[in-house]
């Protein structure tokens, strides 16, 4: 695309769907929550802004922890209230209502009340800040993917910072992600089959956006639930692992015994018991 043809403002379902390229420092209208995973993803575009959604805050304000990171790195970041716009739809993003704002946002204008286009447009007249040394190791900031156990027939558990990290590899794994349960555009709920899939429910949100995902894999055949954003910091699989309570869960996941109230770390292990029960598939 030649450069004067590429738009300085792009809007994106997932910060996992801008292009890494590009031949300008665009300002991106995000889908995503505005979590720590969120912004090392953001950190490998070349972007001069990014919009979010703040998924409710949540356990201490992780659907906002990635502003500051970004401010670090000379990027102006802000978010839009989860209830103002349904999370995972870049478009909602657009119209929704800015309720957090990092330091370079707030130097460019940009205060909570004012909508995400208003926030991008004040973006975009600003002046382009250079990125600060940061004395960082290369893969130092990376989502993270950690195996926490392995059956005898094979199935895993397995905690992923983000839902984009799901692999074919994967197919025969319990897995507990930092995303949010919303759908984002029109994209599946996970990219791969896998047994079961956890997932943090950034506060619940506008129209039940933040559960969106659990009709889509009980339809798919996979057991899933949310973890509530105030007991586990979304963008971290190992939190959601950890100390995450079960906020929401699919009809497949009930039939397990899987119910709100329960701990992400047991209605895990729980699958993974009833699997090994199971016969073998021939």
């Known amino acids: ?12 379902d997932s910060i996992t769907h801008v292009p890494d390229s590009s031949s300008i420092a665009r300002v991106i209208i995000c889908g ?3 979590g720590w995973a969120s912004a090392v993803f953001a950190l490998k575009k070349r972007l001069k802004g990014i919009l979010f959604n703040d998924a409710g805050g949540g356990k201490d304000q992780a659907g906002i922890a990635g502003l500051l990171l970004l401010e670090k790195h000379g990027i102006c970041a ?16 657009e119209a929704g209502i800015i309720s957090h704002v990092n330091a370079l946002s707030q130097e460019a204008g940009i205060c ?3 909508t995400a286009r208003q926030a991008a447009e004040l973006i975009r007249k600003a002046p382009l800040r250079q990125p600060p040394e940061t004395g960082q190791k290369p893969g130092e900031i990376e989502e993270q993917m950690t195996l926490v156990h392995t059956s005898p027939r094979g199935i ?6 983000s839902n984009s990290m799901v692999t074919p590899e994967n197919r025969n794994d319990i897995i507990l992600t930092g995303s949010h349960g919303g759908l984002v555009g029109d994209a599946p709920a996970v990219k791969y089959p896998v047994i079961a899939a956890f997932y943090n429910d950034a506060g619940v949100g506008k129209e039940n956006a933040g559960i969106a995902r ?12 949310t973890v509530g954003a105030q007991t586990a910091r979304i963008g971290i699989g190992l939190e959601t692992y950890r100390h995450g309570i079960i906020s929401h869960a699919n009809a497949l996941a009930v039939q397990m015994g899987i119910s709100p109230g329960m701990r992400a770390k047991e209605a895990a292990w729980r699958i993974l018991r009833e699997k090994e029960k199971q016969p073998r598939s021939p």
């Open 156 to 161: 895993r558990i397995v905690t992923m910072d």
């Open 78 to 93: 802000a978010t839009v209230d989860a209830f103002t716009a349904r999370i995972g739809i870049a478009r909602e993003t």
């Open 32 to 34: 995503s929550h505005g």
């Open 214 to 225: 659990l009709p889509w894999l009980q339809n798919a055949g996979i057991i899933a639930a």
């Open 112 to 114: 909570p009340g004012i």
């Open 1 to 12: 695309m030649d450069p004067k043809d590429e738009p300085a403002i792009q809007l994106a």
